[in-house]
């Protein structure tokens, strides 16, 4: 290490298995200030914090947890890269902490001896180490270390114990020039890799390992003495080893591979000599990929030998107990079964009481703003656009941040693996994993939450998969909707074959359909944009722990407060352009004349029918609100809407939802829903010359439900509001995607704009599908 | 050929190979499932699909067609 190296900030990787108590050792050991973003191109988050150790200050890395460094994708290769030293947005790493679950050290050290093949500095932390000796289980970790050649500190990251020690381990390796350690591949392997090498790289030394510290250096640009200039890319040995072991032909197919002369290798050659490699080491006992895992998992024996000292009988650990009840086939279906439902209803009952705290906030503050501004477009602006905007989605903030609770309490103790587990089968009929149940179901919640724990999905087109249907799932923000509609049109008190009521099986119907088109999209998306192999399910079940409210805390807030932030910024920017098209142009003058023609159109209307008939009560009872002072303010803001932009909007796409059986008025109302559907009913309501009713409230309900049985084509008395139609406006709000804040979070989970346009384009056609043959065929069947 | 499919739960075994070659089998070798080893069926799922092994002190759950790959000796 040079001196300049030595000033800069030191950089230290954390790489471990899944399950390791990884998050909780980076939390410990860097505090909750993390900078969080994405590495370009790829979906892997870029966490970095900073340790403070005596003198010193390290940067600390956190990688996502992996099994193996074996890259299959770009996700995996960014990882590869990184500890390489070969990634453009990272310096080679100082020096890499691996984390391993002293339990169930034999497979960890698989990962242990990929990374000490890397030749950088390496310290391993042994977590969990009182779990292990309540296994039974004692290890030697001095002679462990001198084994490895490398400091191996036992610590329990929960309890913060041993973290001294694991920072001191740390700064003296990172002063310490490594020694190349020995390859536990075989002879055979060792040689083909070395001629692979010659052919990328021109003259290497024939035998023994290669010191990869120089090269790496080179590559890095830093004082070291380079042996070729930094332009030249060195491909470096463990990715040749890489190469040969690649029979998915990830690597060779990703163009990543240059020769020294920055040329990327000729295909065809590179492929025909890993052929001829590949028979060769078959045909002398050495299978390729298989050499990998019997090469590594004999050194790991080898290690542990004499070193881990474990109870002959496999201890039936108490985690197996609970796990034969949980994954029973009765009991487990009920507990699995009670769970979700617990989960579901926790959401609603212990939400709601938050939500309407939180909408009385909100309410409190636009009468606020009404009282001292003065009227005008400013705080109307600041009333209906911003706090109006914002509040309808902040007001699901309670739910969504109850939902990252109870993921992140399924994710720690063990469960979440469980439910995969116990879902598999059913998933895989429609073309999913297991491991995509939770995710869907929190996502007849909301949706945010669901696609934020898809992250749990490794396969990149499962993930993206389940994705793009979760905003199927009818979430929360629809049940208003439905609730208003089926209110208002489907008859109450009628009972399908006498017990199932008419209201209630419409109202599963509408959920029935969002998961109905959600398999079919996905067997879709599956056999066409996102086709490929089926991804092996093989998965680790952890034992089962204790949740720590620690690290539940901190992912709730973590998630929660990424949800903010993000959405946050194109939420406002979406509440003012909405609330500008509806507002814009405001023209008193112009609204006033609209109002008094209306008057007169009414006054018209009236005389058609009977003085007893019920259509004329109506519009007689409406008549008279042109009189009354605070009436007449409902219905200007109806007229001032009606006149906006977004009415104007309503009125130009109407030829394209006239066969919807829609009239402008709930084109309009449909249109300004895209932001957020839960404004739809509030919008409804203005239309309709209700004002700003409160629709929580029974009577603002009934209000809208008779305004909505009553309203009629312009000019005609033909109602809008039938059956079909407002089925098919349910069928609509079930299957199109109205909610900017599910987009961005679907472009920060994927890290691409194509796939929130791609969900909202798709949603739409098939909204507009649905809504259309629902409509078309209801009036057709009631015709 | 006994593979690990057709293990019955309670069962016990040692893996002699795993065949084909493609991104399941890496994984399936990336696990511990190596030539040699010990694994033991603790459970299925109420589906009947996937199963749950104990190899190598921890526990690991896979789908009947994946296990299909490996071969097993039975023991006793």
């Not at chain 1, 194109?570 to 004349?593: G, K, Q, S, T």
């Not at chain 1, 079909?724 to 349910?730: I, N, R, T, V, Y």
């Amino acid at each position: 290490m040079s001196t300049a190296a030595a000033q800069a900030t030191l950089t230290v990787a954390l790489v471990g298995n899944p399950n390791t108590g990884k998050s909780t050792l980076f939390t410990a050991l860097a505090g909750v200030r993390q900078r969080v973003g994405n590495y370009p191109g790829v979906t892997v988050e870029k966490k970095i914090g900073h340790v403070q150790h005596a003198r010193h200050r390290w940067a600390l890395v956190d990688l996502p947890g992996t099994y193996s460094l074996a890259p299959h994708s770009p996700d995996e290769m960014v990882v590869v890269d990184i500890l390489l030293g070969r990634h453009s947005d990272m310096p080679l790493c100082d020096a890499i902490l691996c984390i391993v679950d002293a339990s169930n050290l034999e497979r960890n050290l698989y990962l242990v001896s990929q990374v000490l093949e890397l030749g950088l500095p390496t310290v391993i932390a042994l977590n969990m180490i009182d779990i292990a000796k309540a296994r039974g289980l004692t290890i030697d970790t001095a002679q462990l270390s001198h084994r490895l050649g490398i400091p191996v500190v036992p610590l329990q990251a929960n309890k913060r114990r041993g973290l001294n020690e694991l920072k001191a381990a740390l700064a003296q390796m990172i002063e310490r020039q490594t020694s190349p350690q020995k390859s536990p591949f075989p002879q055979p392997f060792r040689d083909e890799v070395s001629q692979l090498e010659s052919l990328l790289n021109g003259n290497q030394e024939r035998d023994a390992v290669q010191p990869t510290d120089n090269v790496l250096h080179a590559i890095n640009g830093s004082a070291a003495p380079p042996t070729q200039s930094a332009a030249d890319s060195i491909v470096p040995r463990y990715l040749v080893e890489r190469l040969l072991l690649d029979t998915s032909g990830y690597l060779e197919q990703s163009g990543l591979i240059y020769t020294r002369s920055g040329q990327r290798i000729d295909s065809v050659q590179l492929q025909q000599h890993l052929q001829a490699a590949r028979a060769r080491l078959s045909a002398a006992g050495f299978p390729v990929p298989a050499v990998e895992a019997m090469a590594r998992y004999q050194w790991a024996g080898r290690q542990l030998e004499g070193i881990v000292r474990r109870p002959t009988e496999r201890l039936k650990t108490n985690s197996d107990t609970i796990d034969r009840i949980l994954t029973h086939r009765l009991w487990g279906t009920v507990v699995f079964a009670a769970m979700m439902l617990l989960l579901f209803s926790s959401v609603f009952i212990f939400a709601k009481p938050l939500m309407n705290w939180i909408q009385a906030g909100v309410d409190f503050i636009a009468a606020t703003i009404k009282d001292t501004l003065a009227d005008g477009a400013f705080r109307s602006l600041l009333d209906d656009g911003i706090i109006g905007g914002v509040g309808s989605v902040i007001v699901f903030l309670p739910q969504i941040l109850i939902l990252f609770m109870f993921i992140a309490i399924l994710e720690d103790c063990g469960y979440m693996a469980r439910a995969a587990y116990l879902m598999d089968k059913m998933m895989v009929r429609v073309g999913l994993s297991g491991k995509s149940f939770i995710p869907l179901l929190s996502s007849f919640a909301c949706a945010i939450p669901g696609i934020m724990a898809t992250r749990v999905i490794e396969n990149r087109r499962d993930r993206l998969t389940t994705i793009m249907v979760a905003p199927l799932m009818s979430c929360s923000a629809r049940l208003p909707v439905y609730t208003l509609l089926i209110g208002a049109f489907i008859p109450a008190g009628k009972y399908i074959v006498g017990v199932l009521p008419l209201q209630g099986l419409t109202l599963f119907v509408m959920y029935l359909v969002g998961i109905v088109a959600a398999v079919v999209v996905a067997l879709i998306l599956k056999r066409t944009l996102l086709r490929g192999a089926t991804p092996p399910f093989v998965m680790e079940l952890p034992p089962y722990k204790f949740p720590s409210p620690a690290l539940v805390l901190h992912r709730m807030v973590e998630r929660g407060w990424a949800f903010v932030c993000r959405a946050g910024t194109l939420i406002v920017a979406v509440a003012i352009v909405v609330w500008a098209l509806l507002y814009y142009p405001h023209n008193p003058a112009a609204v006033e004349e609209s109002l008094q023609r209306d008057q007169a159109a009414l006054t018209a209307q009236l005389e058609q029918f009977p003085a007893d008939n019920m259509h004329r009560k109506f519009l007689e009872a409406e008549l008279a609100r042109y009189s009354t002072p605070d009436q007449r303010e409902q219905l200007l803001a109806g007229a001032y809407q009606r006149q906006s932009i977004l009415g104007q909007m309503g009125r130009w796409i109407e030829p394209a939802v006239r066969p919807l059986g829609w009239d402008w008025r709930v084109g309009c109302a449909a249109i300004a829903s895209f932001p957020a559907r839960e404004v739809v009913l509030g919008t409804l309501g203005v239309i309709y010359n209700l004002g700003n009713v409160d629709l929580e409230a029974n009577e603002g309900q009934t209000q809208l439900q008779t305004q909505l049985r009553n309203a009629t084509w312009d000019g005609s008395l033909r109602p809008v509001f039938t059956v079909p139609m407002a089925l098919g406006l349910m069928v609509f709000f079930a299957l199109c995607a109205q909610c900017a804040a599910t987009l961005v979070i679907i472009k920060r989970e994927t890290n691409s704009w194509r796939w929130p346009v791609f969900t909202f384009g798709y949603m739409t056609v098939l909204a507009y599908l649905g809504a259309l043959a629902t409509y078309q065929i209801g009036t057709w069947l009631t015709g | 050929m006994t593979t690990l499919a057709q293990l019955s739960v309670g069962a016990s075994g040692r893996v002699v190979r795993v065949n084909q070659i493609d991104e399941v089998s890496a994984r399936l070798l990336e696990m511990g499932l190596t030539p040699g080893v010990d694994v033991e069926v603790l459970g299925a799922a109420p589906l009947g699909d996937p199963i749950e092994l104990a190899l190598r002190g921890y526990r690991l759950s896979l789908r009947r067609s994946e296990a299909a790959r490996v071969e097993v000796e039975p023991s006793r």
